[in-house]
């Protein structure tokens, strides 16, 4: 199974990307074939930046080379950051199989295995050909048509209408934690990360457990 880390807000300081470095890492427990962030900041101006970074690389490996402070510039001072530690199932082990995968309209990674015959190709993995339906169909329209056997939970920033989409089905977990002192939200797709990495930075959070079959909007 793969993990999905992130956090949101307009008051992302320091100690946000420390707690989001600890869950990289620890998220390592769920896949350790590659890594990826996407950062977005500046999204209530005409041009939103959207910086992608991934790479073939442990989670660990990964985290302290990216994920420093000032380095590079674009893991600080943003709005939105979504994570990936990815455990492949189909496709091959690269960087351009790592997620998160930007296609036309959206930013997504993705924690699950698709098994319907139109998720399979030569090339690209099942989760990039989802986002690239998406493009085509919408978010909602793409995760109702899945089946019960096709295993989801998503983060997805929506480029054109400027949002956070998260979702997941009865096949994954996912969850999320609101800072109680400022206005920010982590996710992961174990609480017990959450939990970690809070306490490891004395912060107090509300943690909820995503709603199986709902798709949410930040």
Same mark, same amino acid.
């Given at each position: 199974m793969c993990g999905l880390i992130g956090m949101a807000g307009n008051d992302i300081e320091k100690k946000d990307l420390d707690i989001f470095k600890d869950l990289f890492m620890i998220s390592a427990l769920r896949g350790t074939d590659s890594s990826g962030l996407a950062a977005i900041k500046g999204i209530n101006t005409e041009s939103p930046k959207i910086t992608l970074t991934k790479s073939d690389a442990t989670p660990d490996d990964f985290a302290q080379y990216y994920l420093t402070p000032g380095y590079p510039e674009h893991t600080i001072r943003n709005q939105v950051v979504i994570g990936h530690t990815r455990s492949a199932t189909k496709g091959s082990i690269n960087k351009a199989n790592a997620h998160p995968?930007?296609?036309?309209?959206?930013?997504?990674?993705?924690?699950?295995?698709? #098994?319907? !015959? +139109?998720?399979? $190709?030569?090339?690209?993995? @099942?989760?990039?050909?989802?986002?690239?339906? #998406?493009? !085509? +169909?919408?978010? $909602?329209?793409?995760?109702? @048509?899945?089946?019960?056997?096709?295993?989801?939970?998503?983060?997805?920033?929506?480029?054109?209408?400027?949002?956070?989409?998260?979702?997941?089905?009865?096949?994954?977990?996912?969850?999320?934690?609101?800072?109680?002192?400022?206005?920010?939200?982590?996710?992961a797709s174990e609480l017990c990360f959450l939990h970690l990495a809070m306490s490891r930075h004395k912060q107090?959070?509300?943690?909820?457990?995503?709603?199986?079959?709902?798709?949410?909007?930040?």
């Amino acid at each position: 199974m793969c993990g999905l880390i992130g956090m949101a807000g307009n008051d992302i300081e320091k100690k946000d990307l420390d707690i989001f470095k600890d869950l990289f890492m620890i998220s390592a427990l769920r896949g350790t074939d590659s890594s990826g962030l996407a950062a977005i900041k500046g999204i209530n101006t005409e041009s939103p930046k959207i910086t992608l970074t991934k790479s073939d690389a442990t989670p660990d490996d990964f985290a302290q080379y990216y994920l420093t402070p000032g380095y590079p510039e674009h893991t600080i001072r943003n709005q939105v950051v979504i994570g990936h530690t990815r455990s492949a199932t189909k496709g091959s082990i690269n960087k351009a199989n790592a997620h998160p995968f930007m296609t036309q309209n959206y930013v997504g990674a993705h924690n699950g295995t698709l #098994m319907g !015959k +139109k998720w399979l $190709h030569s090339k690209m993995t @099942d989760s990039e050909l989802m986002f690239r339906e #998406m493009d !085509k +169909k919408g978010v $909602h329209p793409v995760l109702e @048509d899945l089946s019960y056997w096709d295993a989801y939970a998503v983060t997805i920033w929506d480029k054109v209408n400027r949002k956070l989409i998260i979702a997941r089905n009865d096949q994954r977990s996912l969850y999320t934690a609101f800072n109680k002192d400022r206005g920010v939200m982590y996710w992961a797709s174990e609480l017990c990360f959450l939990h970690l990495a809070m306490s490891r930075h004395k912060q107090e959070a509300d943690y909820f457990d995503m709603t199986s079959g709902k798709v949410f909007t930040v």
